[in-house]
């Protein structure tokens, strides 16, 4: 009998990507493969099976292709959180801290209603940083975040408690040590 397949199974680790000492989780072998993708956004959403869910957001890149997948699953629209100047109608933006500096990201004004229940979808967990600034946006716009699922969680890196810290439970699918 084949032993099935984890979604750590088809992550690929990159030693010294982007810098010396970094182990980069590189989860496009998990998009390229069906079975894992689909192993990926089935176990993204199974902590939010039999919630109300009104739209899926996902985080700028790799949360789009994660979240357009679960919203699809879903059968709910998409919305899109940007970095600044890349959305096209008008927009509300959110400051956030980088490891040197600052960065922000974005959402159309109108992309989610008030008392909406919102997931955001992304696929890794690391500062808190991206995923804190997407909760504030789509609160400002007066939904509620009702989960953030990720397909990886970095827990040294402390972004499971920032976000937790802001009310909303955090689903991570799998967990690395270190950076």
């Known amino acids: 009998m084949i032993a099935q397949k984890s979604v750590?199974?088809?992550i690929r680790t990159i030693p010294d990507f982007p810098h010396?000492?970094?182990?980069?989780?590189?989860?496009t072998t998990l998009f390229q493969d069906p079975r894992g993708f689909r192993l990926a956004v089935d176990q993204l959403l199974s902590p939010f099976v039999g919630e109300t869910i009104d739209a899926v957001a996902g985080l700028e890149a790799r949360g789009f292709i994660l979240g357009g997948a679960v919203a699809h699953q879903l059968s709910k629209g998409f919305?899109?959180?940007?970095k600044k100047g890349k959305l096209p109608a008008a927009t509300i933006e959110q400051a956030y801290k980088l490891e040197y500096g600052e960065a922000v990201v974005e959402i159309h004004d109108d992309a989610v209603q008030p008392g909406?229940?919102?997931?955001?979808?992304?696929?890794l967990l690391a500062t808190g940083g991206t995923a804190e600034a997407g909760i504030k946006l789509i609160e400002r716009l007066g939904a509620e975040v009702i989960g953030c699922a990720f397909v990886i969680d970095l827990?040294?890196?402390g972004g499971r408690a920032k976000v937790e810290a802001m009310g909303v439970p955090v689903h991570a699918?799998?967990?690395?040590?270190?950076?």
Do not use: E, M
């Not at 919305?79 to 940007?82: H, N, P, T, Y």
């Not at 909406?116 to 696929?123: F, N, R």
């Open 8 to 10: 750590r199974d088809y």
């Open 20 to 27: 010396d000492g970094i182990l980069f989780r590189d989860v």
């Open 79 to 82: 919305v899109s959180v940007r």
């Open 116 to 123: 909406d229940k919102v997931l955001i979808v992304d696929d």
């Open 155 to 157: 827990p040294d890196l």
């Open 173 to 179: 699918i799998c967990a690395y040590d270190g950076l």
